[in-house]
């Protein structure tokens, strides 16, 4: 895909912000493409993680809000741990993925990604940590597909990746306060 950037996009902030925000120097990558050859999510990536630095070094707020691929990131720190400029990619995703949350960006080719994500998340503050079943069960009654994926499930099952109950052993006070006070970091975070 080819893109016009224009000055004032190059001009725009987004660079300050993130570089503020999440404290990475993102105007030290020299895209050398390290991070996206070591993405295990590259695969199903609209703009590979490389190219999501880039643009944001040009300025392109907009795009890179609306990609889906800030949310397809699991991170899982490959990026960060590969870059030879040391800059965590992974943190960058997660401002990102904050930022786009706050100004109500969604992804621009496939909505169900954020309601993957608003659901996950629901499941870890709700039950500790993540409970499969109750995320499965609820991703497909949001999205409308009720029965997808549930020809896996019994195999998923006997080869232990789902448990039928949610863990146990968590303090569940302890996780609601830490997404409380995330939150409310969040609605600081959320005009600047
Ligand atoms: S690995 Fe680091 S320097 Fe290389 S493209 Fe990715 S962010 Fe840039
Ligand atoms: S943290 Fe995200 S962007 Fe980085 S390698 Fe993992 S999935 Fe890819």
Same mark, same amino acid.
């Given at each position: 895909?080819? &893109?016009?950037?224009?000055?004032?996009? %190059?001009?725009?902030?987004?660079?300050?912000? /993130?570089?503020?925000?999440?404290?990475?120097?993102?105007?030290?990558?020299?895209?050398?493409?390290?991070?996206?050859?070591?993405?295990?999510?590259?695969?199903?990536?609209?703009?590979?993680?490389?190219?999501?630095?880039?643009?944001?070094? +040009?300025?392109?707020?907009?795009?890179?809000?609306?990609?889906?691929?800030?949310? /397809?990131?699991?991170?899982?720190?490959?990026?960060? !741990?590969?870059?030879?400029?040391?800059?965590?990619?992974?943190?960058?995703?997660? $401002?990102?993925?904050?930022? !786009?949350?706050?100004?109500?960006?969604?992804? *621009?080719?496939?909505?169900?990604?954020?309601?993957?994500?608003?659901?996950? +998340? &629901?499941?870890?503050? &709700? $039950?500790?940590?993540?409970?499969?079943?109750?995320? %499965?069960?609820?991703?497909?009654?949001?999205? /409308?597909?009720?029965? =997808?994926?549930?020809?896996? !499930?019994? *195999?998923?099952? +006997?080869?232990? *990746?789902?448990? +039928?109950?949610?863990?146990? =052993? %968590?303090?569940?006070?302890?996780?609601?306060?830490? $997404?409380?006070?995330?939150? *409310?970091?969040? /609605?600081?975070?959320?005009?600047?």
């Amino acid at each position: 895909m080819k &893109w016009f950037v224009s000055q004032d996009v %190059i001009k725009a902030p987004i660079q300050d912000i /993130l570089e503020r925000g999440s404290g990475q120097k993102v105007r030290r990558c020299y895209q050398c493409g390290k991070c996206s050859a070591g993405c295990p999510m590259s695969f199903k990536m609209e703009h590979l993680p490389n190219q999501i630095i880039r643009m944001i070094q +040009l300025g392109m707020e907009k795009e890179v809000l609306s990609s889906q691929t800030i949310w /397809l990131c699991a991170s899982c720190l490959a990026c960060t !741990a590969r870059c030879p400029r040391e800059i965590d990619i992974a943190e960058i995703m997660d $401002f990102l993925r904050r930022r !786009a949350y706050l100004k109500r960006v969604k992804p *621009k080719l496939d909505a169900k990604v954020l309601l993957f994500n608003k659901v996950f +998340l &629901w499941n870890v503050e &709700w $039950f500790g940590r993540l409970y499969e079943i109750a995320l %499965i069960g609820m991703f497909n009654m949001f999205s /409308l597909e009720f029965f =997808k994926d549930f020809s896996i !499930a019994p *195999k998923m099952f +006997l080869m232990r *990746k789902i448990g +039928l109950f949610p863990a146990l =052993k %968590i303090n569940r006070k302890e996780i609601r306060e830490i $997404f409380k006070r995330s939150h *409310k970091v969040g /609605l600081d975070q959320k005009d600047k």
